[in-house]
């Protein structure tokens, strides 16, 4: 495995094994990271209508394209419905607000950003499965690539595929050490759901990249602590969703491919202790 491979999702269609993420201001900075990202080795760019910056995340894209003469089909792009625009008619005109401000002419990923939860939604199911009818027929008519949620747990997750003609293809989740969402992971895993980890690093103010177990492994491998992570991440075969707007970390962070943790090692990552992270709970979250 290296930077350029891809997994296959249960429709076939291939992704990559990083990712991307761009929770970044609207502007031109947000324009120039996603051209630094692509010219760095991304292919897989993602973003949200909640970050109100699919404008410039589009814009990079097509100019990095020029400049660096790779077609369509060489960058995979994945936004995401807000929970605001739950329901079909909503998230079906969210959709295409989202490839309008894109630039695109299809979007090869699109989520479901929060499940509606029974602590706010009494018809929180039925919420959900009419929002996920949407992604569907978008899907059929080959806007979107494939779909799938975010945020979503194992009973969510269960139930959304009890409800629903076409089964998710990805799961993006927070996953990192100290929270590692196991129990999520797992069930979308076994459901062969496609796992996405956003904040790897745990997120601002986290202390995640200092811990003593990830940095004595670190050591042992003349790595630094964020290729730790992510190379415990690839190895769970789970996508991680890094950000940065130094391309120097760009670079960094794809530089995951020429070591391998032990099981040993692994273990002792996944007992780490919390350190911090935004550890959002989507069965109280107010969404």
Known sequence: MNKTSKYTLNNGYKIPVVGFGTIIPDGKETVSAVKDAIKSGYHLIDT???YGNEISVGKGIREAMVENNLKREDILVSTKAWHTNRGYKKTTAAFNESLKKLGLDYIDIYLIHWPANAKWHNDWRELNADTWRALEDLYKSG???????SNFLDHHLKALIEDSE????LNQIEYHPGFAQTK????????????????????????VLKDPTVNKIAQKYEKKPSQVILRWLIQKEII?????????HMQDNLDDFNFELTNEEMVAIDKAPYSGGFQFDPDTAKS
């Open 240 to 248: 991680p969703l890094t950000k940065s707007t130094n391309i120097d």
């Open 143 to 149: 806007k979107i690539k494939a779909i799938g949620v």
């Open 48 to 50: 949200a209508e909640i």
């Open 166 to 169: 076409i089964k998710p293809m």
């Open 184 to 207: 999520a992971a797992e069930y979308s895993h076994s459901q062969n759901i496609q796992v996405e980890a956003w904040s790897p690093f745990g997120g601002p103010g986290s202390d």
